[in-house]
């Protein structure tokens, strides 16, 4: 018998090698084609486990870990999931409602108004023209936007059975998260390529992050969204639910937040001839935006560092755009967790000089 020469030897190895990773990555494509429809509903799920996992460590000393994933999971449902698809599905509501008023509004109520204002903003601002017809372009871009939210509408009626099957999903997945938690915290934890002291550093300061930047900022929105709609009901502006989910968005805005929202609000109101409405209105929205930054903010934080309104911002926006509504908690989630990484990294001790003995 011819023995095998190395060399051949070597590149039945390699081949060997080429093949063995070949079939895993194929094996990862496919897995990761199996979970592909189902990962936005495990990525909510697995958000709102780990914002809601001290409730989980809570229970744990009192009942089983299959049972207190099972009051876990009701109490998010319950308390977070159900008012959330109400919200959404009245925001969509009021969304179409509102572009439909706005439209009647600008055209027929309040037409001399809207075009009076406009020739005194075009004598005023270079490069605009006081003879262009406003009225009829606020009335096709109000067209324009109200036929995408009812294509959107549409959309989602049309989907109802894939929504409710997500929504299934993301339940289900919510249970065994919570109850295998320590096992996949053990499991993320053993393929970090750190070392032990880095890496619980690093989970450390990243968890604060998250807790200090992600959180407090949500909180803060649905403070500011919730507070503000409630003053838009108050001086009987329409779509109050519409107005309030805006603010709680643009209060993520570093310097103007909401008053994006509610300060052209009162404007409209003053213009209209309403001035006392338009007063209180932005009396309660900057009353509600001041003790929000000033008193709320830093107890939440309770001394802890955060991100930058800024990063905060992008974080959402970039997220939205790359994730879609899961961005909204994903983007700054992961921004807050690079920049944890990135901080312990930074501050890691440098190695002492090796000098000649």
Not at 38 to 65: C, D, E, K, T
Not at 154 to 167: K, M, Q, S
Request: proline fraction near 5%; charge should be neutral; hydrophobic fraction near 55%.
């Amino acid at each position: 018998m011819n023995p095998v020469s190395p060399t051949n030897a070597t590149t039945s190895d390699r081949l060997t090698t080429v093949l063995s990773y070949g079939v895993l990555l194929l094996l990862f494509y496919l897995v990761f084609r199996i979970y592909e429809p189902f990962l936005a509903a495990l990525g909510w799920a697995a958000i709102l486990v780990i914002f809601f996992y001290p409730m989980q460590l809570r229970l744990v000393r009192r009942f089983s870990a299959s049972q207190a994933a099972i009051f876990s999971t009701l109490a998010v449902t319950i308390l977070l999931i159900a008012p959330a698809i109400l919200v959404t599905t009245l925001f969509v509501r009021e969304a179409v409602s509102i572009s439909r008023g706005m439209q009647h509004s600008i055209v027929v109520e309040h037409a001399p108004i809207v075009t009076k204002s406009w020739v005194w903003i075009a004598q005023r601002v270079p490069g605009l023209d006081p003879n262009a017809n406003v009225l009829q372009m606020l009335e096709q871009g109000v067209e324009k936007q109200a036929g995408f939210l009812a294509e959107r509408l549409g959309t989602v009626l049309r989907n109802i059975a894939e929504f409710i099957f997500d929504l299934f999903v993301m339940i289900f997945a919510m249970f065994y998260f919570f109850r295998d938690a320590d096992q996949i915290i053990r499991g993320v934890r053993s393929i970090l390529p750190f070392d032990p002291e880095h890496r619980e550093t690093m989970i450390t300061q990243a968890q604060n992050l998250i807790s200090a930047s992600v959180i407090t900022s949500l909180i803060i929105a649905a403070i500011q969204g919730t507070l503000g709609g409630l003053g838009f009901a108050i001086v009987k502006l329409p779509t109050p639910l519409f107005w309030g989910v805006a603010m709680a968005f643009f209060s993520l805005v570093p310097v103007v937040g909401s008053g994006l929202i509610f300060v052209p609000a009162s404007l409209w109101l003053g213009f209209t001839g309403h001035w006392g409405r338009a007063i209180l209105l932005l009396v309660i929205c900057a009353g509600v935006s001041t003790v929000v930054d000033n008193v709320v903010r830093p107890i939440l934080l309770g001394g802890r560092t955060e991100l930058s309104g800024l990063v905060i911002f992008i974080s959402v926006v970039g997220g939205v755009g790359l994730f879609g509504m899961l961005g909204l908690v994903l983007g700054p989630i992961l921004v807050a967790t690079a920049a944890g990484i990135l901080a312990v990294y930074m501050e890691r001790p440098e190695s002492p000089p090796i000098t000649a003995g």
